[in-house]
Every structure is written in structure tokens, then in C-alpha cells.
């Protein structure tokens, strides 16, 4: 089979994050068992305009907001006969391919922005971007999707997807085999230093419970703006906490992975995921999670069982932490049942979902062999 991937970042772009990941590695999969797999993509300094990456092929033209236009320009009459398939991914601005592809195409969304937009962009652009969501999916609403989580489908059939949406389990990395908790605990924040992951309500419930505690060190992974990381200083520093909060900036893969390893619980604020690939990933390492009831986190985190869902405000998520840590049963339970479960999310299981679609959308058979997973 003959696929064409179009997202507007490849797995070597300086921004890419979990979705190419995910792609990446399902794309992988689909070439080790026979595929051909193109990924057209935006460009970067540096970057070859086409490579070949664990078999993907890989073809790079545009920037961020230029890349669905240089698709256009490339495909639009010159798909039938090269491909069986497009793989239309949306990262908030859609390829658009419903209206000129001339095959069959798939859509692969991981979330929508929605409330994301009154974080991250200034009025009137995020009251024009919240309202126009709903306006520039509307050429999808009878294709085939697929998500990883059962809140974003809600939200899809919400905006009216009439098409069937498959659910992806989402698989994650792994690394280290073993390593014991610290002492004091360390509370984690991992992803994108932003307005929308809601670091502000992160730090004001580490210092609930470090009032409380008077234990604790919070440790918070990740990159964002000078401007959005000197407003946490100074909230750090507001709430005397400074002392016991730890900026770790951007780490490698292996001292992410120990730290996650290290930590007692991870902590998510954010105003919507698509899953949460953080939770799953920590839970690998018998670390449970205290997350906000929000589209996505509610997903990756089974409430009383792998970490606690807690009402979107600091001192819930702080009452949670508590919790945890005034209950050592049951805090061993949840690290227990969270590394069991996080089991079950692998990218052969990942890859096997999208075959399963993939072969709906076009009407074949076969599948990638994989193991069943409640």
C-alpha cells in the first residue's frame, strides 16, 4: 500500500513533540510491513528537503503557515496512481485535502485547540481562531478520523463528524528498568513551558502543599518563552517557594526518564490534551499522576486506580497531592496499578489501530499482528 502523510512538522523539526512521534513510529511500523510511506512537511535551517528516515520518505517545502499551500501545489492532480491513501494530520490549520485530493483520505487529529486559544493567542486573534475551529473543519466532517482519545472524539461528533472516528491507544517510550523514589518527594511537571498548561496553577498547588507538608521539592521539565518563564519566577519567588522549585529547562531522553522515575507523582494542569503523553510515560516507572478533570488528562488517568482527577483548581490538585502522601497504601496501589496499565499503551498497538482504519477507508485486508489490551 501506498501512503501519503501530511503534517506540517517531521520527526526532526526543532518543534515537533509527541504527535510526530507518534506518527513517526506507526509510520515505521506500516513500512516494516510492507508500505511505502511518503511524509510531506514544512522545512527548517538545516533541514534536507527530502531524506529518508527508518524508511520513510521524508519531503520538506514551506514553513508553518506556507506548508498546507506547498501541499497543494505538489499533490493537488498527481495523486491517483501514487497513492492509495492521505493521511491528512491536523495540527490547528488542516491540509484542507477533503477538497482536492482525488483518493481517499484520513484524518488524524489529536485534539482540538478550543479553550487553547484564549491562552496562547491575543484578542481579537483568539476569539477569530475559536470561532473559525468549527468553520475550517467542515470539509471533514464525513471522513474517517482518527484520535487517541475518548474526549476528543466527543468534541468531533460535538462539531458534527458524522464519520467514523477510531480511538488510538497511544504508545509511548520507554527506557530505564528501575530506579527508586526520592527522598524528599519530587513533584513533576513535564511539556512546553505555555499559558495553556496552566504552570501558574501547578506552583500555587506545590506551595498548598508544601504549607502543609513542609516537605517537597517541585521539579518542571521543559522549554517555552523568556517572557512566560520569568512570570513563573517571579510566582515562585511571590510564594516562597523558590528554594524547593527547580527549573530543569529542556532535558534529553534519558534524564527525563530519570526524573520520571524519581518522582512521586506527576502533576498536569493543562487546559485541554489530546491524551496527556506524560501521564502514560510516567506511569511507566510506578509514578501516578494528579491531573485537572480536563478533555484528554480525564482520559489518560483512571481516577482512584492510577492517579487522581481532581476539580481544575490549585487547591484540589494540592489536596490531591496531600492525599497521597497521607495515605502510603494508597498511594503504593495507584504507583502499582499505573505501571501495569501504562503496559498496555505501545506504538505496535498504536500501529494496529491505524492499519485497522487505514484498510476500512480503502476496503483491504490484513493487519499487523499485535496482543489485545484492557
Not at 477538497?99 to 481517499?104: F, V
Not at 477569530?128 to 472524539?153: D, H, K, Q
Not at 488517568?301 to 497521597?324: E, N, S
Request: glycine fraction near 8%; charge should be positive; include cysteine.
Amino acid at each position: 500500500m501506498r501512503i501519503l502523510i501530511l503534517n506540517w512538522r517531521c520527526p526532526r523539526h526543532p518543534k515537533a513533540g509527541g504527535a510526530e512521534v507518534l506518527t513517526h513510529q506507526v509510520a515505521r511500523r506500516l513500512v516494516a510491513a510492507g508500505d511505502q510511506v511518503e511524509w510531506f512537511c514544512g522545512s527548517f535551517p538545516g533541514a534536507q528537503s527530502e531524506e529518508d528516515i527508518d524508511g520513510v520518505h521524508i519531503v520538506r517545502s514551506g514553513r508553518q503557515w506556507t506548508v498546507h499551500w506547498k501541499a497543494f501545489q505538489r499533490y493537488r492532480g498527481r495523486l491517483r496512481g501514487r497513492f492509495d491513501l492521505v493521511v491528512d494530520e491536523i495540527n490547528t490549520m488542516p491540509f484542507f485535502t477533503p477538497l482536492w485530493a482525488d483518493i481517499p483520505t484520513l484524518t488524524l487529529i489529536f485534539q482540538l485547540a478550543r479553550e487553547v486559544w484564549w491562552y496562547e493567542s491575543r484578542f481579537p486573534v483568539s476569539a477569530l481562531g475559536f470561532i473559525a475551529e468549527r468553520f475550517y473543519l467542515m470539509p471533514y466532517r464525513n471522513n474517517s478520523a482518527v484520535t487517541i482519545s475518548r474526549s476528543t472524539e466527543a468534541d468531533l461528533r460535538r462539531l458534527g463528524f458524522l464519520g467514523n472516528i477510531a480511538v488510538m491507544p497511544i504508545g509511548t517510550e520507554r527506557g530505564l528498568s528501575h530506579c527508586g523514589k526520592s527522598s524528599p518527594p519530587i513533584y513533576l511537571y513535564v511539556g512546553r513551558l505555555a499559558p495553556s498548561k496552566r504552570l501558574e496553577d501547578v506552583i500555587r498547588a506545590f506551595a498548598l502543599f508544601r504549607n502543609a507538608a513542609s516537605t517537597g521539592e517541585l521539579h518542571i521539565v521543559g522549554a517555552g518563552s523568556t517572557r512566560y518563564f520569568h512570570s513563573l519566577v517571579r510566582l515562585v519567588e511571590r510564594l516562597g517557594v523558590r528554594q524547593w522549585v527547580v527549573f530543569d529547562g529542556h532535558l534529553s531522553k534519558s534524564d527525563k526518564h530519570r526524573l520520571m522515575c524519581k518522582a512521586h507523582v506527576l502533576l498536569m494542569a493543562s487546559v485541554r490534551e489530546g491524551w496527556g503523553m506524560v501521564v502514560t510515560e510516567a506511569n511507566a516507572y510506578g509514578t501516578p499522576a494528579v491531573v485537572y478533570n480536563v478533555g484528554g488528562l480525564r482520559d489518560s488517568v483512571r481516577h482512584g486506580l492510577t492517579g487522581l482527577v481532581v476539580k481544575p483548581i490549585p487547591r484540589a490538585m494540592a489536596d490531591g497531592m496531600l492525599q497521597l502522601w497521607r495515605n502510603p497504601l494508597l498511594y503504593a496501589h495507584l504507583a502499582e496499578e499505573a505501571k501495569a496499565w501504562s503496559a498496555c499503551f505501545t506504538f505496535d498497538r498504536s500501529a494496529e489501530t491505524m492499519r485497522q482504519e487505514i484498510n476500512r477507508v480503502i476496503g483491504s485486508t490484513g493487519s499487523l499482528e499485535t496482543a489485545a489490551c484492557r
